[in-house]
């Protein structure tokens, strides 16, 4: 039917374009909010809060829009396998950062699109080319230049939080095609999106006892930063992103998250006051540059059914 808003697309146009930027902006500032987050809540409570909040949301839109949830439409095992991936990969994300800097760890949390790349090729029919294998080269001699990059790291144990962050990047790839590969490719982003929340929280309440004590400083700041990430970034962009996904091909549209990363150190050094070497924006640098590497080349086709 012309004009429907989920007709799949093979090419990524001037409206997709439009609204990554629009959701980048918003996911680099994320990583910011974190950080300040971290600061009054610990990475269990920021997880389970984050996700409830945000799914109560969701689920009081969809009642006002009268959006069936509980149709027999075969996306229970996938969307629990999604939501298991999502809760896995912010609770990574949530104890990651406790541990380095917002610029580190948005430049690890963003090497997902190349993940995407590599699954895609194997997964979803969209061919890797030479030259999308050039632009991950790239980008990963970008995280290789953050490994090795001491002077912005907070203390020695940032390591071990980039690792975790750079891992959560591969399971927020790993949702990515779940969706695109299962059932969950055709059903409502509402109840895509509502799977992984409940999940997310569901599995985060196990690792309660670490991490403690789960109120640090009850002061505005952290409180605002929570609310920020759980209603614009969870409920509203999230939302959008799935149903991007939905429409236009992963890896594609993936690329443009180049600007993510991009927002998010600078967000780190001008509203936080984080330590930037030259490492560090030469890491963006390559990052950004493996990003429009795989931007320029077009997509393959992506299969119509699993």
Request: aromatic share 12%; proline share 6%; net charge positive.
């Amino acid at each position: 039917m012309t004009g429907d808003p989920f007709t799949k697309r093979d090419t990524i146009d001037a409206y997709a374009v439009a609204v990554m930027v629009t959701l980048t902006m918003f996911w680099g500032c994320n990583q910011v909010a974190i950080k300040v987050a971290i600061l009054g809540y610990s990475p269990v409570f920021l997880a389970i809060a984050r996700s409830s909040i945000a799914a109560f949301l969701i689920w009081l839109w969809c009642l006002w829009r009268g959006i069936p949830l509980f149709d027999r439409d075969q996306t229970l095992l996938p969307g629990i396998l999604a939501g298991l991936l999502f809760g896995l990969e912010f609770l990574l994300i949530f104890f990651g950062m406790d541990l380095t800097t917002a610029a580190r760890g948005v430049l690890m949390v963003n090497t997902m699109p190349f993940w995407i790349l590599i699954g895609a090729h194997f997964f979803l029919g969209e061919r890797m080319t030479m030259v999308k294998l050039a632009g991950l080269i790239l980008a990963f001699a970008g995280v290789a230049l953050v490994f090795s990059d001491r002077l912005s790291m907070p203390d020695p144990s940032a390591i071990v939080g980039d690792a975790m962050i750079l891992v959560a990047a591969l399971f927020w790839a790993s949702t990515t095609l779940v969706i695109k590969r299962s059932t969950l490719a055709t059903a409502r982003p509402e109840k895509t999106l509502l799977y992984q929340l409940v999940v997310s929280a569901l599995i985060a309440f196990p690792a309660l006892p670490f991490g403690a004590p789960h109120i640090r400083d009850l002061a505005f700041l952290p409180t605002a930063a929570l609310l920020f990430q759980a209603v614009i970034v969870v409920a509203i962009t999230y939302l959008i992103w799935f149903r991007m996904i939905r429409i236009y091909p992963a890896a594609g549209l993936s690329s443009f998250t180049f600007l993510t990363p991009a927002f998010g150190v600078l967000g780190g050094g001008l509203l936080l006051d984080e330590p930037l070497s030259i490492r560090i924006f030469l890491a963006l640098a390559l990052i950004a540059a493996g990003l429009l590497i795989v931007n320029r080349n077009p997509v393959a086709k992506v299969r119509s059914s699993p």
